[in-house]
């Protein structure tokens, strides 16, 4: 068993780039059973299918660190609140978590667990290391099996809050560089923003919130694509903001 909910690649330091990737395992602990088929594990509802590989290699490049949550977000979904009833999902996509339906003080153990440490760490971190600007990283299906005649064309999303200015520089830069970019797409940031809510926008501190699609996220090339542009697109943006 991990003795921490999390994963830090690189070192994380004033003025650099720090990604976010609250999705980026699919592991489970042997000590919890979601009583799902472990096929389902690999799909897009246990995880963001190409945010670890990514990260990697933008943290070959000097001045970029990431900060990546260890485990399943069927598990505990670190980019939700703690009240929010979808931090320990019950369904996802049609697809049942007999697992997480669990008794109140069973809930309230596993995001003590993995929930609170999280965060709290993140917290520290952010204060002591303070980043430039966060790369947010998650990745989309380009297909629900719930909603199969919903068309998600985008090859990239940009998400934000309140906070814009870094994403609005960051989406012509990735349509220069030849994605098919969605603003706010394909869901807003203004609906589910936990994680940059809580640690970018309350701290001041600029964050790009980016959503690859899967399919082009999953095979080595479109990995070393995704990298390379992102890596060249947090400096360019950094510069700008100054």
């Not at 003080?105 to 440490?117: E, G, S, V, W, Y």
């Amino acid at each position: 068993m991990k003795d921490l909910p999390f994963e830090i690649l690189g070192t994380p330091r004033n003025g650099g780039f720090l990604i976010i990737g609250d999705h980026a395992s699919n592991d489970v602990p042997d000590d919890i059973v979601l009583g799902i088929d472990r096929l389902v594990l690999d799909t897009h509802i246990a995880w963001d299918i190409g945010v670890a590989p990514v990260a990697h290699l933008i943290t070959q490049h000097m001045g970029f660190a990431a900060y990546l949550g260890g485990y399943s977000r069927l598990v505990v979904d670190l980019n939700r609140d703690e009240l929010d009833p979808a931090v320990m999902p019950l369904s996802s996509d049609g697809i049942v978590i007999p697992g997480n339906n669990i008794a109140p003080d069973k809930r309230k153990a596993r995001l003590m667990r993995f929930h609170r440490p999280y965060h709290d760490y993140l917290k520290d971190l952010l204060s002591e290391q303070r980043p430039s600007l966060i790369l947010s990283l998650h990745s989309f299906t380009p297909a629900l099996e719930s909603k199969p005649n919903e068309s998600r064309p985008w090859e990239v999303g940009v998400l934000y809050n309140e906070q814009a200015a870094a994403s609005k520089l960051a989406i012509p830069f990735l349509e220069n560089a030849g994605y098919i970019v969605g603003d706010q797409l394909p869901y807003s940031g203004k609906l589910l923003n936990a994680t940059m809510n809580r640690h970018a926008e309350a701290n001041d501190i600029p964050y790009i919130g980016i959503e690859m699609r899967q399919d082009l996220a999953c095979t080595p090339s479109g990995q070393a694509r995704f990298a390379r542009i992102l890596s060249n697109m947090c400096h360019f943006v950094s510069e700008r903001l100054g």
